[in-house]
Antibody, heavy 118, light 110 residues
């Protein structure tokens, strides 16, 4: 079964850091472009970043709102994608999703909740 | 303020046809495909339309997408109660070098 499972969310203080993980199963992560998307409470979807596949040299793109603070990486040996989040602000409080980019964002994880609060 | 503009709400009665619009610009919808996502309460989004008018397998043909110029539309015919959800359009923006979403449209089935 093709599946994505996020983990690593939690409560973090403003200015802190957190690393989210996205474990893929049923497909090879290295073959696919991947995205991170978040959704603040009661709000819409916000795209955070895009990580291209091995064939595209693993290049990345970021939304202006997180560029310089968030970094996407992957470990193909673990079939996992990561989102390193630094200098967190209260506005970063949201559910964070990873998604596979294949004829649209066709596979999504269940999301992991990040709360930034003192 | 979202780069793509959608109406915040839409509604219809069972069996009716409703459309949801998505307005963009020459740097996104004008040159790239549009994607539509359905998000049921408490769940992750699901792709309904890809490449502006293509349906993934398993998506009913009641859902259809179209694009013209810098705008796109999602049409839902034969409205059903289970269609009550939030709908988002998305596209790639060449100027921003990133994906952009609409603000979402909450569909209510009366």
């Amino acid at each position: 079964e093709v599946q994505l499972v996020e983990s690593g969310g939690g409560l973090v203080q403003p200015g802190g850091s957190l690393r989210l993980s996205c474990a893929a199963s049923g497909f090879s992560l290295s073959d696919h472009h991947m995205d991170w998307v978040r959704q603040a409470p009661g709000k819409g979807l916000e795209w955070l970043g895009h990580a291209r596949n091995k064939a595209k040299s693993y290049t990345t793109e970021y939304a202006a709102s997180v560029k310089g603070r968030f970094t996407i990486s992957r470990d193909d040996s673990k079939n996992s994608l990561y989102l390193q989040m630094n200098s967190l602000k209260s506005d970063d409080t949201a559910v964070y999703f990873c998604a596979r980019d294949n004829y649209g964002l066709d596979v999504w994880g269940q999301g992991t909740t990040v709360t930034v609060s003192s | 303020q979202s780069v793509l503009t959608q109406p915040p709400s839409a509604s219809g009665t069972p069996g009716q046809r409703v459309t949801i619009s998505c307005s963009g610009s020459s740097s996104n919808i004008g040159i790239n495909h549009v994607y539509w996502y359905q998000q049921l309460p408490g769940t992750a989004p699901k792709v309904l339309i890809y490449r502006s008018n293509q349906r993934p397998s398993g998506v009913p043909d009641r859902f259809s997408g179209s694009k013209s110029g810098t705008s796109a539309s999602l049409a839902i015919s034969g409205l059903r109660s289970e269609d009550e959800a939030d709908y988002y359009c998305a596209s790639w923006d060449g100027s921003l070098s990133g994906r952009v979403f609409g603000g979402g449209t909450k569909l209510t089935v009366l």
